[in-house]
């Protein structure tokens, strides 16, 4: 006799393509599962074999069940009257009829194709974030509506719209006392193994992926993989620590961070370390609670960390590390030892070089290497749908967003688990930087649980977590340390989980600083831990060094040419685009009056 909850794909004789794709997303959020063969007519319908399924099926799969006659039909019927919650995709009026549909669900509504105007939004009620969750209230126009699409027709009685194409549900509850069916229209579902080159992007892909996981999280709320808590940060790029950088004011920053309630990481890049001004390097540690530092390249040369020389990288990453001492050490200014890389430009050698010098992760706009190696397009649609990628040589790259992105992605960002990430450049700043903040605090009201920290306390606290059935918590890290506070009233066994490809890389693991015992599991590299309520622990993992003691030197012509591009840069970003800025003012002033 099973015990939980359990997904039950029905299916009529193989699974379709669309239930395989379906079930890597439930493989994804790690939600148990089973396959029902409804043609084999011989499966256990007794109560406490159908107790904690909850069926899934394509609305093709129910139409054959349905046309089959008893005993498939009641089975069905008695599946979906008394699972807790049941999910039919692919709804269409070619599919399944009105009739068939009420037959299974005692009234719902009736399956249409609607034609879109092309300014037509995505709407996503605001009054069921228990399922919906960051998408709650929002709306968006997708990058293209395909001629028609499947919807029910408006005002169906005893239908909650979830999801609508303007006023045309097309994801839906119908509730039946205990009972909740959810019905979807779209007929496609994402493949998770697609490889893709860049971020996600909720305008080119909804409908066949997000209602799934909706309707998988709020099914299955005891197993399966969840997020922790997501954190928010805003990393500013490249200025140096003075009091103005192009149009940024620290202090400025400071009072709109207190204002709206948001945090910032500065991306130093090291070559400025002895730029520093004392009154902005104050200010720093003053608010250490909303203003971190973190590592932007080295020198920020040209595509700097896209070369595949480890040699060459190691001496970077060493001289990198050499200059962020000793600014700490002139002005007590404390950084975190993350990667934003220049340009967005990284190589995988790039990678396995932080990992080597103990870096806790990457982040970075772009998802997948600069240079043209053939693992270049390894990256899959389940890999930045992850809290962070790790792919390369198992370091973690954190994703994060332009802020000219949408408020949708950001959204899906937390709906997912990801820390909500923002960056920004000076040129953000222009004007007081108001659009910037603006959307910071649309943000805010959105997701209001979203916690705005440094960068360093987002990605250590950047986890998922599972319950198993004998009380314990499973929970997978993916920056090279996390923190973690204990919640449950008794003391409870967690079981840190973290993916590694090279056992012989891992040094040691550290708990609150002490060596600790650790297993694998696969590629799972595994650490048994307690947890009291209220109990803070943290967890590191140390890796061997090869490229410890590289050579710290740099050529007298690579650092000539380092500087000037420095310079030029400085002189671009506080002069020119200052000026530029200034000129347009004049101009409209001066159209204004004459
Ligand atoms: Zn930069």
Same mark, same amino acid.
């Given at each position: ?33 089973t396959n ?23 609305a ?6 349905l ?51 092309p ?16 998408f709650s209230?929002l ?14 027709? #408006?005002?169906?009685e005893?239908l909650?719209?979830?999801i609508? *194409?303007?006023a045309?549900?097309?994801f ?11 019905l ?12 893709? #080159? ?21 099914a299955?709320?005891s197993a ?13 790029d ?8 192009g149009?940024?004011?620290? #202090? ?8 709206v ?20 390097a104050?200010l ?8 971190g530092?973190?590592?932007h ?16 990288l ?6 990198g590390?050499?200059?962020m ?16 890389f ?7 050698s790039a ?11 990457? *982040? ?14 390894? *990256?899959?649609l ?28 950001f ?43 440094t ?11 599972r319950?198993?059935?004998?009380g ?5 890290m ?14 409870r ?12 890389r ?6 609150d ?25 943290s ?11 590289a ?12 500087s ?8 671009r970003d ?7 800025q ?5 101009? #409209? ?5 004459y």
């Amino acid at each position: 006799m099973r015990t939980g909850a359990i997904a039950g794909v029905l299916s009529w004789g193989a699974p379709l393509p669309s239930d395989r794709r379906l079930i890597k997303i439930l493989d994804f959020l790690g939600v148990p599962h089973t396959n029902l063969d409804l043609s084999c007519k011989t499966f256990d319908t007794s109560e406490g074999q159908l107790g904690g399924l909850r069926p899934i099926a394509s609305a093709s799969t129910i139409r054959h069940a349905l046309s089959a006659g008893a005993p498939v039909t009641d089975v069905v019927r008695k599946l979906f009257r008394q699972a807790p919650a049941a999910f039919i995709y692919g709804v269409t009026p070619e599919r399944l009829s009105a009739v068939e549909l009420n037959s299974l669900t005692d009234g719902a509504g009736v399956p249409a194709w609607v034609g879109p105007p092309p300014g037509s939004c995505y709407r996503v009620s605001s009054g069921y974030r228990d399922v919906c969750g960051t998408f709650s209230g929002l709306a968006w126009r997708p990058t293209s509506w395909k001629e028609r699409v499947p919807a029910f027709e #408006r005002d169906a009685e005893n239908l909650e719209t979830l999801i609508a *194409v303007e006023a045309w549900p097309v994801f839906a509850r119908r509730r039946r006392g205990v009972s909740e069916i959810f019905l979807l229209c779209g007929q496609d579902v994402a493949e998770l193994d697609e490889v893709v #080159r860049e971020n996600f992007d909720v305008h080119s892909r909804f409908i066949e992926l997000f209602p799934h996981m909706m309707f998988l999280r709020h099914a299955f709320p005891s197993a399966g993989w969840r997020p922790g808590h997501s954190h928010g940060s805003l990393i500013i790029d490249d200025p140096p620590l003075r009091t103005r950088y192009g149009f940024l004011n620290f #202090r400025r920053l400071v009072q709109a961070m207190d204002d709206v309630g948001f945090s910032s990481d500065i991306a130093l890049i090291p070559w400025n370390f002895r730029r520093t001004q004392p009154s902005v390097a104050a200010l720093i540690n003053e608010r250490r609670d909303r203003l971190g530092v973190c590592i932007h390249g080295c020198d920020h040369t040209r595509s700097e960390f896209g070369a595949s020389d480890r040699a060459h990288l190691a001496k970077l990453t060493t001289i990198g590390i050499e200059r962020m001492e000793a600014h700490r050490r002139d002005h007590r200014v404390d950084y975190e030892r993350i990667m934003v890389f220049p340009q967005g430009v990284f190589s995988e050698s790039a990678m396995e070089i932080l990992k080597s010098f103990d870096f806790l992760a990457a *982040v970075n706009t772009e998802v997948v290497p600069s240079h043209n190696t053939s693992r270049a397009g390894a *990256v899959a649609l389940a890999d930045v749908l992850a809290p962070a990628i790790t792919r390369y040589n198992a370091f973690p790259l954190f994703t994060r967003r332009k802020c000219r992105d949408s408020l949708v992605n950001f959204a899906a960002d937390i709906f997912v688990g990801k820390p909500c990430l923002l960056v920004a450049h000076h040129t953000d700043f222009a004007d007081g930087g108001q659009a910037l903040i603006d959307l910071i605090a649309t943000i805010r009201a959105v997701a209001p649980e979203l916690k705005w920290s440094t960068l360093g306390t987002a990605l250590r606290t950047t986890h998922l977590w599972r319950r198993e059935a004998d009380g314990s918590q499973w929970i997978r890290m993916f920056a090279s340390e996390i923190s973690l506070t204990g919640e449950s009233a008794t003391e409870r066994h967690v079981l840190v989980l973290k993916s590694e490809t090279d056992r012989q890389r891992v040094g040691s693991v550290l708990v609150d600083g002490r060596q600790a015992e650790f297993g694998w599991d696969g590629d799972l590299l595994a650490i048994p831990i307690t947890l009291r309520q209220g109990q803070s622990a943290s967890v590191r993992v140390v890796y061997h060094n090869p490229f410890a003691g590289a050579d710290a030197r740099l050529g007298a012509r690579y650092r000539f040419r380092a500087s000037v591009r420095r310079c030029l840069c400085d002189i671009r970003d506080n002069y020119v685009d200052v000026g530029r800025q200034g000129l347009r003012r004049f101009w #409209r002033t001066a159209d204004s009056r004459y």
